[in-house]
T-cell receptor
């Protein structure tokens, strides 16, 4: 069964450093998402991406964050200058269409630790 | 804005039924979802229900929806040790809004 993959599974970085989290969505999917889950808190929507542009973003997704689909397979989340509070589990998701019954498939997540 | 609330913990004996409850606020959601998260793993879609339905059954899973009260529940029949996980309800068709998750612990 096709699945969303994410690399790395765990990333440790120093405060102020840039990180890039990578995702490979399911190959025929058109809509892509990033969510994050701070330890012990809710899973929060960050951004959605369609047709090579951001379709919606939350207030969390400030100028420090960016997303890109550099080729036909990867979908990346970049944090330019990491802060301690960026430590969280980051989940990528993809779906084929925008319809609600066509569910979002989630990757296993990347645990980001900012020291 | 959207807000989804769940109880945080549920302990159940193996073989018993588990019932996880959720309340939500976005009445425009066409579908409502239940996701399962096992330790160290991602979010796995368990089931979803169309907002015009009251009930959906899928093997051991039964979803009940009370749209008037904006209350969603997930019943797991004959709960097994493999059902130990965190269960999230979610609303909103496009950018999912999740509850905090209910940690289900199955004891022998």
């Amino acid at each position: 069964e096709p699945e969303v993959t994410q690399t790395p599974s765990h990333q440790v970085t120093q405060m102020g450093q840039e990180v890039i989290l990578r995702c490979v969505p399911i190959s025929n999917h058109l809509y892509f998402y990033w969510y994050r889950q701070i330890l012990g808190q809710k899973v929060e929507f960050l951004v959605s991406f369609y047709n090579n542009e951001i379709s919606e973003k939350s207030e969390i997704f400030d100028d420090q964050f960016s997303v890109e689909r550099p080729d036909g397979s990867n979908f990346t989340l970049k944090i330019r200058s990491t802060k301690l509070e960026d430590s969280a589990m980051y989940f990528c998701a993809s779906r084929m269409t925008s319809g609600g019954q066509d569910t979002q498939y989630f990757g296993p997540g990347t645990r980001l630790t900012v020291l | 804005g959207e807000d989804v609330e769940q109880s945080l913990f549920l302990s159940v004996r193996e073989g018993d039924s588990s019932v996880i409850n959720c309340t939500y606020t976005d009445s425009s959601s066409t579908y409502l979802y239940w996701y399962k998260q096992e330790p160290g793993a991602g979010l796995q879609l368990l089931t979803y229900i169309f907002s015009n339905m009251d009930m959906k059954q899928d093997q051991r899973l039964t979803v009940l929806l009370n749209k008037k009260d904006k209350h969603l529940s997930l019943r797991i029949a004959d709960t097994q040790t493999g059902d130990s996980a965190i269960y999230f309800c979610a609303e909103n068709d496009y950018k999912l809004s999740f509850g905090a998750g209910t940690t289900v612990t199955v004891r022998a």
